[in-house]
């Protein structure tokens, strides 16, 4: 691969957006429902539309754009730089931001600007991943995560990472959103980062930092849905949607027609194209897929299958690349590997059931879908450890519905394993997270387990020092909007018994208050005090020891994995290599010690001089490791 990768033309990737090349602009706006367009140079910004006057565009500012086939409209304009802005005249007076923009500087209704993919120098030119099996995710969100809020702040913080033993980091969505804060799932113009973060070229420099560190960059994309505010596609664009499928955001976005008015070609490479776009012109190590089981595509190849397979073709032998679902659907297809063991599509998934089997076991609630591992949280979580899914084909107890397919072939690198994260922390009425929720004494030996599983761990920010600050839900809508959500979220909550209250239920933070978005903000501060250094110091020592022990034993090969069940609150788990290696987890969650039969080889957590070995205290967790032959003991 070239030394420097963002001279690649974005055109290669994408058809969406404009193209700089040394003489000016060429710009396309795919608009099938009209039979005329004109493109709008916006100079209102401060921002030079032109290079110099020999070669300035036409002093009138509106641009007439030739249409071809599909509904493309294209024009080329001499003389136009970088700083330009610019908007699309869609009929009745009405100008809309490029649905392929590179940057909004005044947010989603206002014009976008000309980016240039190659103004931004890169350092660490060489870098091509890490694999898979050392990934150790930390998943934050960069308006939270530091006091600044911006790309350029969590660069500070960089260093914190490495300390602690993180291989990777996987950010929240950054797509153009509505407003100065939000989660980032409401984006609406998907190919621009958003200002309230930085420029494109900040996202670069946090790339760069990172990678010199040795630390992936994952990003969460979503192609589930458009935000509520700010998406004017079905204006100009209504084949980007149908009714053919319904979802919780009303109508579906169209992957899948192929009739008169159901054109899907352009829909499909949109969010195709995206995702080539940030993993190529941002270097990015891999991408987040959010909720796909609300992807609705009948066709084959379906969405999610054709995005994977583009990203493998266009990266193959260049850069380790990683692609993570988050899919309700326990859809084990998508995570089948080839005959060398690498994944055909998508390198793992979001293991929800893992974290549902522990968050009853360390909290003891059963509401929502919790119900479906309330009668035996053990039982699911030896299925997780040992399988990948708890939810096979069976039927939930929380839906009525069967789950899930088979997928005890698939290796622990396929499932992503996790106490916490932005949904099961934000989507609390309160935002609590664990450490406010269960005592030290249950949550210790449990965040032992995940971070020493030979599946990868991920880690949501300030979980590791047992961070204080809530992470509340909230956004930056307009007043009738902010409303309408306000009151839907408190709604939401009315079916729980907790909140039957309608006085509990006004307490719930409203989302659009400043107060709720810095409330959630991260006090790094605390890491020094206790019990928060405690905490940290569990964190450190448990990925240390992953580091030395589980990465080699997991780059062996896991070959097999048994499960024992000595009574209702014990458990024993092996795990075999190919190389001959034992990995062993003796968990008891009794109120009495437990005696296991002795594991082979020797002891790697807790570290405690003189333990007894194979006699497990209450709600407790022992580690065992015999090294594969020919490993360092």
Same mark, same amino acid.
Request: glycine share 8%; net charge negative; hydrophobic share 40%.
């Given at each position: 691969?070239?030394? #420097?990768?963002?001279?690649?033309?974005?055109?290669?990737?994408?058809?969406?957006?404009?193209?700089?090349?040394?003489?000016?602009?060429?710009?396309?706006?795919?608009?099938?429902?009209?039979?005329?367009?004109? &493109?709008?140079? #916006?100079?209102?910004?401060?921002?030079?539309?032109?290079?110099?006057?020999?070669?300035?565009?036409?002093?009138?500012?509106?641009?007439?754009?030739?249409?071809?086939?599909? @509904?493309?409209?294209?024009?080329?304009?001499?003389?136009?730089?970088?700083?330009?802005?610019?908007?699309?005249?869609?009929?009745?007076?009405?100008?809309?931001?490029?649905?392929?923009?590179?940057?909004?500087?005044?947010?989603?209704?206002?014009?976008?600007?000309?980016?240039?993919?190659?103004?931004?120098?890169?350092?660490?030119?060489?870098?091509?991943?890490?694999?898979? =099996?050392?990934?150790?995710?930390?998943?934050?969100?960069?308006?939270?995560?530091?006091?600044?809020?911006?790309?350029?702040?969590?660069?500070?913080?960089?260093?914190?990472?490495?300390?602690?033993?993180?291989?990777?980091?996987?950010?929240?969505?950054?797509?153009?959103?509505?407003?100065?804060?939000?989660?980032?799932?409401?984006?609406?113009?998907?190919?621009?980062?958003?200002?309230?973060?930085?420029?494109?070229?900040?996202?670069?420099?946090?790339?760069?930092?990172?990678?010199?560190?040795?630390?992936?960059?994952?990003?969460?994309?979503?192609?589930?849905?458009?935000?509520?505010?700010?998406?004017?596609?079905?204006?100009?664009?209504?084949?980007? *949607?149908?009714? /053919? =499928?319904?979802?919780?955001?009303?109508?579906?976005?169209?992957?899948?027609?192929? @009739?008169?008015?159901?054109?899907?070609?352009?829909? !499909?490479?949109?969010?195709?194209?995206?995702?080539?776009?940030?993993?190529?012109? *941002?270097?990015?190590?891999? %991408?987040?897929?959010?909720?796909?089981?609300?992807?609705?595509?009948?066709?084959?190849?379906?969405?999610?299958?054709?995005?994977?397979?583009?990203?493998?073709?266009?990266?193959?032998?260049?850069? $380790?690349?990683?692609?993570?679902?988050?899919?309700?659907?326990?859809?084990?297809?998508?995570?089948?590997?080839? +005959?060398?063991?690498?994944?055909?599509?998508?390198?793992?998934?979001?293991?929800?059931?893992?974290?549902?089997?522990?968050?009853?076991?360390?909290?003891?609630?059963?509401?929502?879908?919790?119900?479906?591992?309330?009668?035996?949280?053990?039982?699911?979580?030896?299925?997780?450890?040992?399988? @990948?899914? +708890?939810?096979? @084909?069976?039927?939930?107890?929380?839906?009525? $519905?069967?789950?899930?397919?088979?997928?005890?072939? &698939?290796?622990?690198?396929?499932?992503?394993?996790?106490?916490?994260?932005?949904?099961?922390?934000?989507?609390?009425?309160?935002?609590?997270?664990?450490?406010?929720?269960?005592?030290?004494?249950?949550?210790?030996?449990?965040?032992?387990?995940? %971070?020493?599983?030979?599946?990868?761990?991920?880690?949501?920010?300030?979980?590791?020092?047992?961070?204080?600050?809530?992470?509340?839900?909230?956004?930056?809508?307009?007043?009738?909007? +902010?409303?309408?959500?306000?009151?839907?979220?408190?709604?939401?909550?009315? !079916?729980?018994?907790?909140?039957?209250?309608? +006085?509990?239920?006004?307490?719930?933070?409203?989302?659009?208050?400043?107060?709720?978005?810095? /409330?959630?903000?991260?006090?790094?501060?605390?890491?020094?005090?206790?019990?928060?250094?405690?905490?940290?110091?569990?964190?450190?020592?448990?990925?240390?020891?992953?580091?030395?022990?589980?990465?080699?034993?997991?780059?062996?090969?896991?070959?097999?994995?048994?499960?024992?069940?000595?009574?209702?609150?014990?458990?024993?788990?092996?795990?075999?290599?190919?190389?001959?290696?034992?990995?062993?987890?003796?968990?008891?969650?009794?109120?009495?010690?437990?005696?296991?039969?002795?594991?082979?080889?020797?002891?790697?957590?807790?570290?405690?001089?003189?333990?007894?070995?194979?006699?497990?205290?209450?709600?407790?967790?022992?580690?065992?490791?015999?090294?594969?032959?020919?490993?360092?003991?």
């Amino acid at each position: 691969m070239d030394a #420097d990768r963002a001279d690649a033309a974005t055109a290669a990737v994408t058809p969406f957006g404009p193209e700089l090349d040394a003489d000016g602009v060429r710009f396309r706006f795919w608009a099938p429902a009209l039979d005329a367009v004109t &493109l709008h140079l #916006d100079t209102s910004g401060g921002a030079p539309p032109v290079r110099d006057a020999a070669t300035a565009a036409p002093a009138e500012r509106d641009h007439a754009m030739t249409r071809g086939e599909d @509904g493309w409209f294209e024009c080329r304009i001499p003389g136009v730089a970088a700083g330009a802005r610019y908007r699309f005249g869609v009929g009745t007076g009405l100008r809309v931001p490029d649905p392929g923009s590179r940057f909004q500087p005044a947010d989603c209704h206002g014009p976008s600007e000309v980016v240039d993919p190659h103004a931004y120098r890169w350092r660490c030119t060489e870098w091509r991943g890490r694999p898979w =099996h050392e990934a150790v995710v930390y998943e934050l969100h960069l308006g939270t995560f530091t006091a600044a809020g911006t790309f350029r702040a969590a660069i500070e913080r960089l260093d914190h990472l490495v300390e602690l033993g993180v291989t990777a980091l996987e950010i929240l969505p950054v797509a153009d959103f509505p407003g100065a804060r939000n989660w980032g799932y409401d984006g609406v113009l998907l190919y621009a980062p958003d200002s309230s973060y930085g420029r494109p070229e900040d996202f670069k420099a946090l790339v760069d930092a990172a990678h010199e560190r040795g630390l992936m960059v994952l990003l969460d994309v979503v192609y589930n849905h458009f935000g509520p505010d700010g998406n004017y596609l079905g204006l100009y664009a209504p084949d980007f *949607f149908t009714r /053919r =499928h319904a979802t919780p955001w009303g109508a579906a976005i169209n992957y899948d027609g192929r @009739g008169p008015g159901e054109n899907s070609r352009w829909v !499909r490479e949109y969010a195709i194209g995206n995702a080539l776009y940030w993993l190529d012109e *941002f270097r990015l190590d891999g %991408l987040r897929l959010d909720a796909v089981h609300a992807i609705a595509d009948d066709s084959r190849p379906d969405l999610i299958e054709e995005l994977a397979t583009r990203v493998r073709q266009r990266f193959a032998g260049q850069h $380790e690349m990683h692609l993570v679902l988050e899919n309700e659907h326990n859809a084990a297809r998508y995570l089948f590997r080839d +005959a060398r063991g690498r994944p055909r599509l998508h390198t793992a998934q979001w293991n929800d059931d893992l974290h549902h089997a522990l968050h009853v076991l360390a909290t003891g609630e059963t509401h929502g879908y919790y119900l479906a591992y309330a009668a035996d949280p053990l039982r699911h979580l030896a299925r997780c450890l040992a399988e @990948g899914f +708890a939810y096979q @084909g069976e039927k939930s107890p929380y839906s009525s $519905e069967p789950r899930g397919e088979p997928s005890g072939g &698939l290796p622990p690198g396929a499932f992503l394993g996790f106490l916490q994260n932005h949904d099961q922390v934000g989507n609390r009425a309160f935002g609590e997270r664990l450490a406010h929720l269960a005592p030290r004494e249950k949550l210790e030996p449990l965040t032992a387990l995940f %971070l020493l599983a030979p599946q990868p761990p991920l880690l949501w920010m300030g979980e590791e020092w047992g961070a204080s600050a809530p992470f509340q839900y909230f956004c930056d809508f307009d007043r009738e909007l +902010a409303a309408l959500v306000r009151e839907g979220r408190r709604q939401e909550f009315a !079916r729980f018994p907790a909140f039957a209250d309608p +006085a509990l239920r006004e307490r719930i933070p409203d989302p659009n208050a400043l107060a709720t978005f810095e /409330r959630s903000k991260l006090d790094w501060t605390e890491r020094e005090r206790q019990p928060h250094r405690d905490w940290l110091a569990l964190y450190r020592e448990c990925l240390a020891l992953r580091r030395a022990h589980v990465v080699p034993f997991v780059a062996d090969g896991v070959v097999d994995a048994r499960v024992e069940r000595p009574s209702a609150g014990e458990l024993r788990v092996e795990w075999r290599s190919r190389g001959g290696g034992v990995l062993t987890l003796l968990l008891n969650l009794d109120e009495r010690p437990a005696t296991f039969e002795s594991p082979p080889g020797a002891m790697i957590w807790p570290v405690v001089a003189g333990e007894l070995q194979a006699v497990v205290p209450p709600w407790g967790a022992q580690w065992y490791l015999q090294p594969p032959r020919g490993a360092a003991p």
